[in-house]
């Protein structure tokens, strides 16, 4: 179902402007209208298109503003032309079968007994009748005022008994789902035809004509039959520019994508159609539109039907054309709740496994799968038979992977009989109840987790015109770009969650924050991350919320203007699948002591999960973090309420976050960044162990608790406690001695005096980078200690690192001061990674004059392929393990961050690898490899398996990952274990030792952890301590 009728100026101008990996998709859909249902030009005609006409002389608006003449009543004088006139009296008398009001617990019953399957590609039967002109136009729109051909969806009209036949055809086939001939059904792409005005009609008689089909086959076998009404991506991207020059201009607004799914919508719903399928999204913010859409008119004017979601994966990058992962569309979907979430469309089946078992492994909903019949051919032409197809996907079927399947481009009637009998045998997939219980979902490019075992969240505030002086500079000069730079350093930094605020008097908050998130979604960089739309103006929250795809964060509502206008709020922010921040106001104002915190956010948390229906996990609670040390004695007890409050939302309100803005707390040291600093990282320090899960801060600008002067430690730890009513006077006085800007007049360089590897570790903990070069050279040099280059990084540098992971694991360092040691270890071992290299050659040059001849890819040793996981950015100590591992005469295949599961099984082959090694630093890592461990031994591998990474333990491995994979499956405490490990395991006679004392640990750790679940019902697992080490994985 396909993306058709490119013209080559609008192929290369739309090529430009997308990242290389995704061109492909448009070499593909260039040719889909050989077979499939056609969308029309992917960038619709952008800036270059000029205003044109429709048969009623109405003009369409350069900026995508299609002028709808049509509504239900002005259609109604057209329902009689929906089929040919010896066809209308059956039509009207013979009433459709009865259809309960429970078509989806009908549906949802059937997909628990069986694989269900959907219908086959439309335009491939359209193509094989070589329909011309005439026949598109027929007698209606013999006059029409543009070339028609080609506009598959009007042949509803022109054509009604071709198109009632290629439905029929697939139902005997064994389809229980056909889909509506909508796929350009809406006024946006029909625009290109100057058929706009047909829309409403177009897709009301389109489901009519499925709806006959489907009671017809139903009557003659007594198999309950579906509509599913399609609603295509049209021929326009809300995420991407048609504009090189002008990367945040849109030729689409997502209101004018709403208003145009909605006429669909309604034409679908009153010819009939069992289930709105939202397909073939190449573009998350589309479908978003159409959900958005879809959800409104449930809420006013229809009862609710089934919504299935098709996604596009363009190619074996595993991304969206507009960027996102599988797993970030599945988390920025998710809130429509649609009962079956799948792909189809620009792959082959065999493509298309790794990205539909993720679909499965990310998803509560039915899994449904109709990909092309193979990838093109030069012709663009599809290659595999009914048989090969019908093959493939018996082979999802078996692996329990699917629950509907179906085909796409390329595919016939004949296609979907044989997948129908291939998957007959096979049970369906079993949705698991619940993927990630308890945690909050959010998603930019890449998908983010935050649950019970995630630390501290920094959302970076930096891009807030209202809390940093640069930013707002340069927003109100109109310098975008330049303001682009902030947002990417916040990310850099550590940012987690990048706030954005556009809230200034002179600003026109909704066209600043508008063009401001079109320009961050132009930059994988910064868009990789989820986004906090943060305004107290709503119109400016919408605003951003209609130019983000992922799933994001609104900051925030309040029940200030009362119940009416908080509810109404929160529908809108549900609508569009985002979390919410509530502040605790209400119609009296600001609560300021912890019982009236807590009464509010109480009320609140009620309205929203019980009237809104809000997903408790979405509810971000900010208790007010108000200012200290101002000199009124009614202030003194304010962070205090704040913590306290904490404690009683988290232990009362299940699945609610707290948040806050930290700057808030300081604000009476304005200027002086050293005390504001110390005040943050205390507060933090306390408030984190009370239960906050977030906050806004200046990310990368904390310093360690562990590292504040002890003077001025004791003075933030009263003023926050209020135990000296003197408190904010001697920090007054304290601050006296600071420098400008609150810094430190005089630098403390006394630690430089102190031993090399002391200097190393205090470098490696402050995250100081100045001297790291110097001293690891002055620790390289000392041969005594040190022989080889690789001891310093096994021992002072590695040391250094365990100390990091040891303040990060007790919450006494922050992720952005982790990164910043990181990057201290990495430019450390980039300072010796070339004397290791000439180690390295040394060694060859003398295996040489021993007669012995190493090639420069020789194995040595053996082969490592090692890899950080899917969805884990993080490489330091994978890159420190291949350094150890190739100085000891390992070949290192390194794949780098976010490798996909195929590509390292894969690999490995390729490579002939003898182990495979997974790293990761963040908890969702922890499922990958579990995934990986699944696919290495559903395809027969028999390699040995490591396991590595801050957020990994031995307990994890043991209980979740060993028992998946038959194989050696050993977690490698650090990178100085590997070389241990790896030479035990290539050695036959060791690797037997090894694993009978590896085994018989193992099976220790998990009856231990069995026992302990017996003892207390309610703990999900037993982790032990987590081995920092790995920490660097920055």
């Not at 229809?302 to 969206?320: A, C, H, L, N």
């Not at 979430?341 to 492994?361: D, S, V």
């Not at 009614?634 to 803005?661: D, Q």
Request: charged fraction near 25%.
């Amino acid at each position: 179902m396909g993306l058709g009728n490119l013209s080559t100026r609008q192929k290369v101008a739309l090529a430009m402007t997308v990242p290389t990996s995704f061109v492909l998709l448009y070499l593909l859909f260039r040719r889909r209208s050989q077979g499939a249902k056609q969308l029309g030009n992917v960038t619709g005609r952008g800036a270059e298109m000029n205003q044109i006409q429709n048969e009623d002389g109405q003009k369409l608006k350069n900026n995508g503003d299609v002028v709808n003449k049509s509504s239900p009543e002005d259609t109604e004088k057209h329902d009689a032309k929906c089929l040919p006139e010896q066809r209308v009296t059956e039509t009207v008398s013979q009433k459709p079968i009865q259809r309960k009001s429970d078509v989806a617990a009908e549906i949802k019953k059937t997909l628990k007994e069986r694989i269900m399957i959907m219908d086959g590609g439309m335009g491939t039967m359209i193509q094989g009748h070589k329909f011309d002109e005439a026949a598109f136009r027929g007698e209606e729109f013999k006059d029409h005022s543009k070339p028609l051909k080609g506009n598959n969806d009007l042949l509803s009209l022109t054509k009604p008994e071709v198109i009632y036949q290629i439905h029929k055809d697939y139902l005997e086939a064994g389809a229980d789902f056909v889909e509506t001939n909508t796929f350009s059904g809406t006024s946006i792409a029909q625009a290109d035809y100057a058929m706009e005005h047909l829309a409403y009609r177009l897709n009301k008689c389109s489901a009519e004509l499925a709806r006959r089909a489907v009671d017809d086959v139903t009557r003659e076998t007594g198999v309950k039959r579906y509509v599913a009404g399609a609603l295509g991506p049209t021929n326009r991207t809300l995420s991407i520019s048609p504009s090189v020059e002008q990367p945040e201009y849109r030729n689409i607004t997502f209101d004018e994508l709403v208003k145009a799914y909605q006429e669909q919508a309604r034409g679908l719903l009153d010819g009939g159609s069992d289930i709105l399928m939202v397909e073939t999204i190449f573009d998350t913010l589309n479908s978003k539109a159409a959900l958005y859409a879809i959800q409104e008119l449930f809420e006013t004017d229809y009862q609710e039907v089934p919504v299935f979601v098709s996604g596009t994966i363009v190619d074996k990058s595993g991304r969206t054309l507009s960027g996102q992962t599988g797993d970030a569309f599945v988390v920025s979907v998710s809130h429509a709740r649609p009962i079956c979430l799948g792909l189809n469309c620009a792959l082959g089946a065999t493509e298309m496994r790794p990205f539909i078992e993720n679909i499965g492994l990310n998803t509560s909903a039915y899994v449904l799968c109709y990909p092309n019949a193979g990838l093109p051919n030069t012709f663009g032409d599809y290659d595999e038979t009914p048989e090969m197809m019908a093959g493939h996907l018996s082979g999802f079927a078996r692996d329990g992977l699917v629950n509907i399947v179906g085909g796409c481009c390329g595919t016939t009637p004949t296609h979907i009989k044989a997948i129908a009998e291939a998957v007959k045998p096979f049970k369906p997939r079993i949705p698991p109840a619940d993927i990630h219980p308890e945690a909050m979902m959010l998603s930019g490019l890449e998908p983010m987790i935050v649950g019970k075992h995630t630390l501290f969240v920094n959302i970076g505030e930096r891009c807030n015109v209202a809390g940093s002086r640069k930013f707002a500079k340069l927003i109100t000069n109109g310098q975008y770009e330049e303001a682009l730079s902030i947002a990417k350093a916040q990310v850099e930094a550590g940012a987690q969650v990048l706030d954005i605020n556009m809230d200034e008097g002179m600003l026109d908050g909704v066209k600043a924050m508008t063009k401001f998130v079109n320009l961050v979604s132009s930059e994988p960089d910064i868009c990789k991350v989820p986004l906090c739309i943060d305004s107290s103006k709503f119109a400016v929250i919408e605003a951003g919320l209609k130019c983000t795809q992922g799933k994001c964060i609104v900051n925030s509502i309040s029940l200030k203007e009362g119940e009416e206008d908080f509810l109404k709020k929160a529908q809108t922010i549900k609508r569009h699948g985002a979390a919410v921040v509530v502040m605790a106001f209400d119609e009296t104002g600001q609560a300021t002591e912890s019982d009236r915190k807590v009464e509010i956010c109480t009320r609140s948390y009620n309205l929203l999960v019980h009237k809104v229906g809000f997903n408790p996990n979405d509810i971000i609670f900010d208790p007010n973090i108000l200012t200290i040390a101002t000199g009124m004695e009614e202030h003194n007890e304010y962070g205090i309420n704040f913590i306290e409050a904490t404690k009683m939302i988290k232990s009362t309100l299940p699945g609610a976050r707290i948040s806050g803005g930290l700057s808030n707390l300081s604000f009476s040291f304005r200027g002086k960044g050293v005390i504001r600093e110390a005040m943050h990282s205390v507060f933090l320090y306390h408030a984190i162990k009370a239960g906050m899960d977030m906050g806004i801060v200046n990310a990368g600008a904390l310093p360690l608790y562990d590292d504040i002067d002890p003077k001025l430690l004791r003075l933030c730890e009263d003023l926050l406690w209020n135990k000296d009513p003197e408190a904010t006077e001697k920090l007054l006085e304290f601050a006296e001695t600071v420098g400008k800007g609150g810094k430190k007049a005089t630098e403390d360089l006394s630690w430089r005096n102190e031993s090399v590897e002391s200097r190393l570790a205090h470098s490696l903990v402050k995250g100081i980078d100045k001297f790291v070069v110097e001293d690891t050279e002055e620790a390289r040099q000392n041969t005594d200690l040190y022989p080889r280059p690789l001891n310093v990084i096994e021992g002072p540098l590695m040391k250094g690192m365990s100390v990091v992971g040891d303040l990060f694991g007790a919450g006494k360092m922050f992720l952005p001061q982790v990164i910043k040691s990181a990057r201290v270890m990495k430019k450390a071992v980039g300072h010796l990674l070339p004397f290791l290299e000439k180690e390295k050659q040394e060694r060859r040059e003398q295996a040489l004059l021993d007669g012995i001849v190493l090639e420069e890819d020789d194995a040595g040793s053996g082969t490592v392929v090692i890899a950080t996981v899917k969805g884990d950015v993080h490489d330091i100590g994978k890159n420190i393990v291949a350094v150890v591992l190739g100085c000891n005469n390992y070949k290192v295949i390194d794949l780098g961050v976010m490798t996909p599961c195929d590509k390292i099984l894969q690999t490995a082959i390729e490579q002939k690898a003898d182990i495979v090694g997974l790293s990761g630093l963040i908890t969702p890592s922890l499922d990958e490899m579990i995934h990986v461990a699944k696919e290495m031994e559903r395809l027969g591998f028999k390699l040995p398996l490591l396991i590595g990474g801050a957020t990994t333990s031995k307990t994890h491995t043991a209980v979740k990952i060993a028992p998946c994979y038959s194989q050696p499956t050993i977690h490698v405490l650090d990178a100085s274990k590997s070389v241990v490990v790896c030479s035990s395991l290539m050695d036959e006679g060791q690797k037997e030792e090894l694993m009978e004392d590896i085994n018989e640990e193992y099976d220790e750790i998990r009856e231990e952890h069995y026992d302990s679940l017996k003892v207390c019902k309610h703990s999900l697992m037993v982790w032990e301590p987590m081995h920092p080490v790995f920490i660097f994985d920055g």
